[in-house]
């Protein structure tokens, strides 16, 4: 197969070819862009389409039992869609064949401001790639994973699968290629979390996580190139609340940073109503509500009782996808727990924000590539759009 986001990159290019030289930046900002009233967005919709929320209602009952390989492959991947994502741009693609799947960064997705070295991107693949490989363990496919396995940089995994009994030895005695978490060591009922995972923004009670219940969220890291790291301690929490503070100021202050979130905002990628969405963009958009976020967020860190990065040993592309998995994994254990989790990724989209993170954390070999803060929140959180497997199946 060739490159998968061609796909989208020659519609990306029809649409510029019409509407003459008009960039997507400049048409996405316009009042008519808004208003929903592109009479060119046909030719973007479909990378800029951020889904709605019927993938969440997924069935394991509806598994093709009797079906190809290929169908139970592609069934897979309606768990691998509902993984988090920044800004959930949802920046992937998947192929499937008889025994592989593969998963590709769709870069037509990617925050060139807010993660102009694609570390955010890698991690959100990661996610993705973890719920994969839940969903086939609970269905009984064995997996081998090869990250980047090929010359295409965007190619980030290629998932083997086998039925059960097949699998093969590389993967139970996790060597280079496949060192992820083997099947015996992810707990089952992290299936069901799948579906129930959500982003809760809201402000954490003070109850501090049992200690068993710590232990088993810090267990579920089983990688001995990702660490992770939980912070309880008041001052190290205010430093963090500190340290995010000063990105938000520092991003909200940049148009280019305000305009992208405004962009993600405006689809609906973060969920509620249509004229929300679009009021929310111009709000984010056009005023620098920068020093808002910056006191909001330094209250959410300095009240949470607890914070945890994921750390890793390299900074390179194949940590950023195994953090992204340890994320995932302890996302639906806290689920399972009922923690609620949310990601707090300003400090490290500020480079020398994100180095005075590690140096406050210590062990500084270690890159700090993922900050959440867990906790427990009354009232449920709406589940935020996907677009379907189908939409990110290619060829
Ligand atoms: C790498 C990464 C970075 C994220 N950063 C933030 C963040 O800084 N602030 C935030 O509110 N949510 C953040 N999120 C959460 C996403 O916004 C969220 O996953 C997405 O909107 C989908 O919602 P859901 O997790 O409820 O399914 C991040 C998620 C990932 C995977």
């Known amino acids: 197969m060739g490159d998968p986001t061609r796909v989208y990159e020659s519609e990306r290019t029809a649409g ?55 169908e139970q492959a592609q069934f897979l991947v309606r768990y691998a869609v509902l993984a988090p994502s920044s800004h959930n741009t949802q920046q992937w693609l998947f192929t499937v064949s ?5 998963l590709f960064a769709d870069t037509n997705r990617w925050l060139t401001v807010a993660d102009p070295d694609k570390r955010e991107l890698y991690v959100s693949l990661g996610a993705a790639l973890e719920n994969l490989l839940v969903a086939a363990e609970h269905f009984g496919i064995g997996h081998e994973v090869r990250y980047l396995p090929g010359s295409d940089s965007n190619h980030a995994a290629t998932v083997r699968l086998s039925s059960g009994s097949e699998r093969s030895d590389d993967e139970l005695a996790g060597d280079e290629r496949s060192a992820e978490a083997s099947t015996d060591r992810r707990d089952s009922r992290l299936f069901e979390a799948i579906p129930r995972r959500r982003t809760h923004r809201g402000r954490y009670q003070e109850r501090a996580i049992p200690r ?18 939980f912070v309880a301690d008041p001052v190290k929490m205010g430093t963090i609340a500190d340290l995010t503070a000063r990105a938000d100021r520092r991003q909200f202050a940049d148009p280019a940073y305000r305009r992208e979130l405004g962009r993600w905002i405006g689809r609906g990628a973060f969920g509620g109503s249509w004229l929300g969405s679009k009021v929310g963009k111009l709000l984010v958009t056009y005023l620098n509500v920068g020093r808002r976020q910056a006191r909001e967020d330094g209250q959410l860190l300095r009240s949470t009782p607890l914070v945890a990065v994921v750390r890793t040993k390299s900074d390179g592309r194949r940590a950023q996808i195994r953090a992204g998995q340890v994320f995932e994994r302890v996302s639906l254990l806290a689920t399972v727990l009922g923690v609620q989790t949310h990601p707090m990724s300003a400090v490290l989209e500020v480079p020398s924000l994100r180095r005075e993170l590690t140096d406050l954390l210590g062990r500084s ?31």
């Not at 030719?43 to 190809?68: I, Q």
């Open 16 to 70: 510029r070819t019409d509407r003459g030289e008009t960039d997507e930046r400049e048409l996405d900002t316009s009042l008519l862009d808004t208003l929903g009233l592109d009479a060119f967005g046909r030719f973007s919709r479909r990378y800029k389409w951020v889904g709605d929320k019927r993938p969440w209602r997924v069935s394991a009952a509806a598994f093709p039992e009797e079906g190809t390989p290929v």
């Open 365 to 395: 070999e270690w890159s700090s590539q993922h900050l959440f803060r867990l906790g427990y929140a009354g009232g449920a959180s709406e589940p935020s759009p996907r677009r379907p497997a189908e939409a990110v199946l290619v060829d």
């Open 98 to 102: 008889d025994d592989e799947i593969r």
């Open 212 to 229: 068993e219940d710590l232990r088993a969220l810090q267990e579920v890291c089983v990688e001995d190139d990702v660490t992770l790291q």
